[in-house]
C-alpha cells in the first residue's frame, strides 16, 4: 500500500514551457486536491476533485489545469510555465465519508523551479 | 472569507512543553486538525477536535478549543528533538461537502536539545 505518490519528485523549467504532475492514490478515495505551499503562506488550494470525471477550482487556479479521467489519479498540467509558479506542490486524497472526509493524505511533493 | 493565522516559529528546550496558537474564523466548522509536516515530506494528520469538545488528550498531545474565541491551540509535553517539524491548523470549509480545509500558515517548531 504506497498511499499517495507524486511524480515526478523535481523538476527545473524554463519560463513557457509546459509540463504534467501526476498523482496517484491506492486508497480507493473519491477526493483529491493539488496544493502549492509557499514560505510563510501555508498551503493554498489550486484545483480539487470529488470524484472520477469532475474538477474543480480552488484559490489559485490561474495557470493550472486538472484532469481525473480515472478515479486512482489526478493530473495537474501547467501549460505555460512562469517564475511564480515556482513552488512545491503537494496532493492529497481523502474519503468522502463525513468523518473522514478532511482527514486528508499526502503525496511528497514535486518541487519545481522555473527559470 | 475563511482565514486561518498563526504565529510561524517557535523554539524550545528538549523536555519543555510546547504550545502552537491557532485562530480561526469559520464558526461553521466542524472539524479542526493539526498536521505535522517533517523536513521533506508531506503533512501527516496528528490529530483533530469536533467542535462540539473543549478539549482532547492523546499521549503527549493535548488540542484545546475555545470556540467563541475561535482560538486553537496544540501542546505537546516533554517536548523531543524528533518533534522538531512544521506544524499547520486547518479547519473545514463552512458546510462544504467537498473534505476542503482551510490551512494555517504552519508554525516552525524548533526543539533544542
Known amino acids: 500500500n504506497a498511499g499517495v505518490t507524486q511524480t515526478p519528485k523535481f523538476r527545473v523549467l524554463k519560463t513557457g514551457q509546459s509540463m504534467t504532475l501526476l498523482c496517484a492514490q491506492d486508497m480507493n478515495h473519491e477526493y483529491m486536491y493539488w496544493y502549492r505551499q509557499d514560505p510563510g503562506m501555508g498551503l493554498r488550494l489550486i484545483h480539487y476533485?470529488?470524484?472520477?470525471?469532475?474538477?474543480a477550482k480552488g484559490e489559485v487556479p490561474d495557470g493550472y489545469n486538472v484532469s481525473r479521467l480515472k478515479k486512482q489519479n489526478f493530473l495537474l498540467g501547467l501549460e505555460s510555465a512562469a517564475p511564480s509558479q515556482t513552488s512545491v506542490y503537494f496532493c492529497?486524497?481523502?474519503?468522502?465519508?463525513?468523518?473522514?472526509?478532511?482527514?486528508?493524505?499526502f503525496g511528497a511533493g514535486t518541487r519545481l523551479s522555473v527559470l | 472569507g475563511e482565514d486561518v493565522e498563526q504565529s510561524l516559529f517557535l523554539s524550545v528546550r528538549e523536555g519543555d512543553s510546547s504550545v502552537i496558537n491557532c485562530t480561526y474564523t469559520d464558526s461553521s466548522s466542524t472539524y479542526l486538525y493539526w498536521y505535522k509536516q517533517e523536513p521533506g515530506a508531506g503533512l501527516q494528520l496528528l490529530t483533530y477536535?469536533?467542535?462540539?469538545?473543549d478539549m482532547k488528550q492523546d499521549q503527549r498531545l493535548t488540542v484545546l478549543l475555545n470556540k467563541k474565541d475561535k482560538h486553537l491551540s496544540l501542546r505537546i509535553a516533554d517536548t523531543q528533538t524528533g518533534d522538531s517539524a512544521i506544524y499547520f491548523c486547518a479547519e473545514t470549509v463552512g458546510s462544504s461537502n467537498t473534505g476542503k480545509l482551510i490551512f494555517g500558515q504552519g508554525t516552525t517548531l524548533q526543539v533544542k536539545p
Open positions: 477536535i469536533f467542535s462540539n469538545m
Open positions: 476533485s470529488v470524484g472520477e470525471g469532475t474538477t
Open positions: 492529497a486524497s481523502s474519503y468522502s465519508k463525513e468523518v473522514a472526509k478532511n482527514i486528508q493524505y
